[in-house]
């Protein structure tokens, strides 16, 4: 068959579901953690961070075995090598140049979270986000950019005179050694790079839409809590500094568009062979984390203004509602209901049946076969929870099938995920 | 307000202020710690009811250090011998360095009157196996968030079960991705959905 048209069906199948359309079928749009394709192909997770090249071709052959209307993006092959170049102080990797951030060959790479700041320090941030993130931050999280510390005001080159700040900033030495570094680090990755965009032509020409999941973002107080002041601050934050807490979430938003304007990834800029669904990996927003008071109060507010702002740039957010929600699913609603049809709402744990019902005739839903199946299986264990996924949630479009945590996970065993694509041909049918 | 419910309502200024007093009245440390252990019990309650989160847990941990500061250290080695309800082992599995769930985990198993030692993150099963000899403990609480936790916790109970350590235990698992189905696939007894599962699961299997 032409694959072409194939490529045409399958994008078109997702953009009717998530418009609230019934397609010909229900798609299932599986995201996968980063080291699935990698495991499935014998590789470790180490190779994974440092191969990039063999990494994305063990991609193409592990995701290119199913059906699906949707492929995942390829994320951060090569990442290692960036990171070592950097310096890294806020990940933990296999390979790690430095021992005190490396993991076993095979451990996938985690994030280390501690306050980067102090709530002393809120002054000086609010004072200037972006040059309190440069200075500050930045050689805080990568050992070699201290230099950054001392980096000009870049503004300043707008005024008479003080441009020539900027220029000296670049001749020192130490900057032009940490340039090379730098260059020299971008051009070992350049086979990661090269195999990224191959996967994306390869898998198209093989009629398999690649989503622009690249449209990564976070919810303001996740950036606080995960990079700024970590869990323990931002919720003691939330006690003493209640103010600051939420001028910062506010002050995050706008910067956040912005680089969604001038990102080289063009987000929000799909071709018309592929469909952008901005990932935004929701953490402290879930039931146990805060009551709905703290929910209101201090998450929501500036997660709605980043996806109001998202939407308006015909961008379709897609949060990821990590853990539970099911405590939250009014505000879910609410904004469903003001926003129809332009966001897709991705569950891990929440009843999403009982999601469906509630908010189905606004908002695409996505999800959510458990870890545990996919990992534990049996296949028919899985097949089992996609018919009833799929009874439950297809009517009148609006639902997307795809695991609950990470897509398909690390561990996932191949029948499993057989099964869970089975399952959708077989059930998720509207017409012939 | 009384001692207890400046505690209880997380009146950090307040609390700082009163033990000054106290310890300026003379009073006898381990009374003041006495009423800490029933506001600690309080603030446990209200978790379990939804009343309190993690924001409040946290918040209480730090007026618990600032109490600790003033008394001085003694008194917190007083405050752990206390725990009689019976001993928990607990870390997050090898490979694993969140500690979120299981600092929750520990919080309430404290503030209801158990003894708990964590053995942090990323354990090793020979960690483990070494702990469980020394410090004996009748309830195994193992935590993991990543779904590569499902097999190092089959290893560590698989290890248990060759040492002939794995009859005497009661397991509990609970964490991120691990569900009710990992139960049999790891060999565990019991899945907590909450830190309130897991205070819950320790009481009934310490009764035994």
Not at chain 1, 368 to 377: D, F, I, K, Y
Not at chain 1, 379 to 408: Q, R
């Amino acid at each position: 068959m032409d694959t072409e048209l194939i490529l045409k069906e399958r994008v078109q199948r997702v953009r009717d579901a998530v418009s609230l359309k019934e397609p010909d079928r229900v798609p299932i749009t599986p995201f996968s953690d980063i080291f699935f394709p990698a495991l499935q192909a014998g590789m470790t997770h180490k190779q994974a961070m440092y191969k990039g090249r063999k990494y994305a071709k063990a991609a193409i052959n592990t995701y290119s075995r199913y059906d699906w209307d949707l492929y995942p993006t390829l994320l951060f092959p090569g990442m290692g090598k960036l990171n070592d170049g950097l310096g890294a102080t806020a990940i933990k990797w296999p390979g790690a140049a430095n021992p005190e951030f490396c993991l076993g060959d095979n451990q996938p790479y985690q994030y280390i979270e501690k306050p980067w700041m102090e709530a002393e320090e809120y002054d000086e941030l609010l004072k200037d986000p972006t040059g309190f993130l440069i200075r500050k931050i930045i050689p805080a999280q990568n050992a070699s950019l201290k230099l950054m510390n001392s980096f000009p005001q870049i503004s300043d080159m707008a005024m008479m005179f003080n441009g020539i700040g900027f220029f000296f900033f670049f001749i020192s030495k130490d900057v032009k050694k940490l340039i090379k570094g730098y260059k020299k680090t971008l051009r070992s990755m350049i086979g990661g790079l090269m195999g990224m965009q191959s996967y994306a032509k390869k898998m198209k020409k093989m009629g398999n839409p690649v989503a622009g999941q690249f449209a990564l973002s976070q919810a303001p107080f996740d950036m606080v809590s995960d990079t700024l002041r970590g869990m323990r601050g931002t919720m003691m934050d939330m006690y003493r500094n209640p103010e600051e807490l939420k001028t910062i979430c506010d002050r995050l938003v706008e910067p956040c568009l912005i680089a969604m304007d001038n990102s080289p990834l063009k987000l929000g800029d799909p071709d018309e062979n592929s469909i952008t669904l901005s990932f935004i990996p929701l953490h402290r927003g879930a039931d146990g984390f805060m009551s709905n008071g703290q929910f209101e109060e201090f998450y929501w507010p500036s997660l709605v203004k980043l996806m109001e702002g998202m939407i308006k740039k015909d961008i379709i957010p897609m949060p990821f509602f990590e853990g539970r929600y099911t405590d939250r699913l009014e505000f879910l609603a609410e904004f469903a209901k003001q926003h129809k049809a332009k966001a897709v709402y991705w569950f891990h744990d929440t009843d999403i049946i009982k999601v469906k019902e509630m908010m189905g005739d606004h908002v695409c839903i996505r999800g959510n076969v458990p870890a545990s199946l996919l990992v534990g299986g049996p296949p028919s264990a899985v097949e089992e929870y996609v018919k009833k996924s799929i009874e439950g949630c297809m009517e009148g479009g609006g639902y997307l099938v795809d695991g609950g945590v990470s897509g398909i996970p690390n561990e996932a065993r191949h029948e499993n995920v057989q099964a869970m694509t089975d399952a959708v041909h077989k059930y998720g049918v509207y017409r012939k | 307000m009384d001692f207890i419910n400046e505690i209880v309502e997380l009146n950090e200024n307040n609390v700082n202020e009163l033990v000054k007093k106290r310890l300026e009245n003379n009073e006898d440390p381990l009374k003041i710690m006495d009423d800490v252990k029933k506001a600690m019990k309080t603030i446990g309650d209200k978790f379990s009811n939804k009343e309190y989160f993690l924001p409040e847990l946290i918040m209480s941990g730090e007026i618990l250090r600032q109490i600790f500061e003033a008394l001085g250290p003694k008194l917190k080695d007083a405050h752990n011998s206390e725990k009689n309800k019976g001993k928990v082992l607990l870390g997050t599995v090898a490979g694993d360095i969140h500690d979120i769930g299981k600092d929750v985990v520990k919080f309430m198993l404290d503030a209801n009157g158990f003894h708990v030692l964590d053995l942090g993150v990323d354990v090793p099963a020979d960690k483990f196996i070494e702990n469980l000899k020394e410090f004996k403990p009748k309830v195994l609480g193992l935590s993991g968030f990543l779904t590569l936790a499902y097999d190092s916790m089959k290893e560590i109970i698989e290890k248990l079960k060759s040492a002939g350590l794995r009859d005497s235990l009661k397991i509990m698992i609970g964490g991120g991705t691990v569900d009710e189905r990992i139960v049999d696939y790891v060999g565990a007894d019991a899945y907590g959905e909450s830190a309130v599962d897991a205070v819950n699961l320790a009481t009934k299997w310490m009764e035994v």
